[in-house]
């Protein structure tokens, strides 16, 4: 490990990578809100200035680019793909968090004989929801008269 500081040119570059990084993330996968969408591209800003020196460095060497990439450019591409990964990460731990501690679901309540549900195909329905499923979707039998003024 070396003692020398690192260049205004990497910082530069880890900083460009990590918010493109983070740009592209919240553009691929869409926030709910201002609120999500400001920490996610903090969450990608701070993890691609972390880690974006060893994933490109890391990056360079499985695509064996070391050679022909400048450090600045290693510590750009590490910094994009680390911003870009860390929020897919967090939510692979999420669900996994989630699917790990779920809870089991309540036993659903039973129903009186004869009791019907909204999604029952059997359930009585009112006289005006009847002439409406009969004239078909986006047609109401209310609206389409004859000329004499009784109903189709």
């Not at 530069?12 to 740009?23: C, F, R, V």
């Not at 195909?121 to 004859?146: E, F, I, N, V, Y």
């Amino acid at each position: 490990m070396s003692a020398e500081p690192i260049s205004g040119v990497v910082w530069g570059a880890k900083l460009a990578g990590a918010a493109a990084g983070s740009a592209i993330s919240i553009a691929y996968l869409l926030p709910r809100g201002r609120q999500d969408a400001a920490a996610r591209f903090l969450v990608g800003l701070v993890t691609g200035l972390v880690f974006g020196g060893p994933a490109g460095l890391a990056l360079a060497q499985h695509l064996r680019l070391g050679d022909a990439l400048s450090p600045g450019e290693q510590a750009m591409m590490g910094s994009a793909a680390a911003s870009l990964c860390a929020w897919w990460a967090l939510g692979v731990i999420k669900r996994f968090a989630d699917a790990l501690f779920r809870t089991p679901a309540a036993p659903a309540e039973p129903r009186e004989a004869g009791q019907a549900t909204p999604d029952d195909p059997d359930r009585p329905r009112s006289p005006t929801k009847l002439r409406r499923m009969a004239s078909g979707p986006g047609r109401h039998a209310d609206s389409l008269r004859s000329s004499k003024g009784d109903r189709r």
